[in-house]
DNA sequence: CCTACCGATCGGTAGG
DNA sequence: CCTACCGATCGGTAGG
């Protein structure tokens, strides 16, 4: 309720009194769970860094080809996506607001940490692909930044479409398999034809 | 002034006051030029979309190869984005924010407005590349939408790393140039080795 | 979990 | 362009 909220308004556009009212309470009763307008936006936000990463960490270490293994991780991250919208947006409003500056070194600090972790299993992986042969001998790091903006891409596709009413999405159906072909088509070490 | 304040704190996060004393001013002598608080978010956020189609626009139709011209294209995005980071922000929080709904109608038929007119152009571009073979038999689609996920990677990480440090930004030096490589790589028709 | 209330600030207006 | 001011709402507290 209260992420959904944060997500769609913002933390200065939400009031306290508004999620109260969501959950069919008064105002002063949030006080009972957080002390601050502050503390519930950090908890609800933890709650979502914390529900994203887990939905998309399984993935990357399984079994197959690396291709197999990169494309499953982008369907756990797309359903996910899909599926739980406005937890995406919320991260993004957290990461790009900076509501008073004593609430951001907290949030900071908590993406810092996912991001570190994130990018080391990228890195892993990636090292992998190309010591295997299966991925384009390129520069880790530069894998590793590709693949964030291609999900960063597909991301904001996702939360810019959740307020104005934008023509196709790049989620829409399985369209986004169609950029994963391209993506990986980039990156791989042997090009077959598109066609 | 305003722009950097509504792109940095959002609409609601951002006081008149607060512009006023930006600018100089008092609040109540911002009336002067403009109606409402509302007014003036559109005006600003008008402004900056013109800003961000024109420096954006001319290379597409240049000469030169298709890579090349959509290689320029790019340039001309990236160059955009590092000199108005807050520009681009306030268009993100414009496409974001759903303030209060009155606003939601005027911005989103503003944003459609130059959408469309992009996405032609795109459309355009890609399928000449394809009937000249230089980019691979892809639906033209798939192509466009393919460019608009890869730009939005980028300009989001453009815009993440304003609020809170990040590590290593896709935009950092020529980093992006990289990138663009391995998406060329993806959509070319002849498909030659990375290294 | 509530009612009642606090000072501060919000967008906006009156009047000059 | 200003000072002075409006009612409404903000985050938060007192006290039960």
Partial sequence: ??????????????????????????????????????????????????????ATRPALDGEGSFRQRLESHLRSIVSFAVDNPHTLALCREALRNQPNGAIRVRIDELVQRQELDYRRRLRSFFENGVACGEIAPVPVSVLVLSWQTFIDGLISARILELGSLRGQSALDGDLYLELWRLFWRGIAASQEDIA
Same sequence: chains 1, 2.
């Fill in 1 to 54: 309720m209260a992420s959904r909220l944060f997500a769609e308004r913002g933390y200065a556009g939400t009031s306290l009194a508004e999620i109260a009212a969501g959950l069919g309470i008064r105002k002063p009763s949030l006080y009972n769970y957080y002390a601050s307008k502050d503390e519930l936006f950090v908890a609800v936000f933890e709650a979502s860094i914390r529900d994203w990463s887990q």
